[in-house]
């Protein structure tokens, strides 16, 4: 079963720092684009970072500065630092990546858990 882990969230309070971790399981044969999207309360889900298997990336305005996201291409992990936090990075955290497994035959994108961010002011 392929499947996407995520760890690293938590509480911080404003100016602090995290790093998110989001490790993809299975039997991947490959992996394109991935990325982090966030939902706060009441709020629709946002596209927070996305970085191409030959790590190109692309980060919302809103975090752009504060933000770095990374992949280590051999653990098929991807990586969200947080710098910088604010009470309005607060939200659930959700890792995503364009996966190819040995029994698909195409690319399938799969979503994590989700894991929480609190930032305190």
């Known amino acids: 079963q392929v499947q996407l882990v995520e760890s690293g969230g938590g509480l911080v309070q404003a100016g602090g720092s995290l790093r998110l971790s989001c490790a993809a399981s299975?039997?991947?044969?490959?992996?394109?684009?991935m990325g982090w999207d966030r939902q706060a309360p009441g709020k629709q889900r946002d596209l927070v970072a996305t970085?191409?298997?030959?790590?190109?990336?692309n980060y919302a305005a809103s975090v752009q500065g504060r933000f770095t996201i990374s992949r280590d291409n051999a653990k098929n992990t991807v990586y969200l630092q947080m710098n910088s936090l604010k009470p309005e990075d607060t939200a659930v955290y959700y890792c995503?990546?364009?996966?190819?497994?040995?029994?698909?035959?195409?690319?399938?994108?799969?979503w994590g858990q989700g894991t929480q961010v609190t930032v305190s002011s």
């Open positions: 970085i191409t298997d030959g790590g190109g990336t």
């Open positions: 995503n990546a364009l996966i190819w497994a040995s029994a698909w035959g195409y690319f399938k994108a799969l």
């Open positions: 299975g039997s991947i044969l490959k992996i394109d684009k």
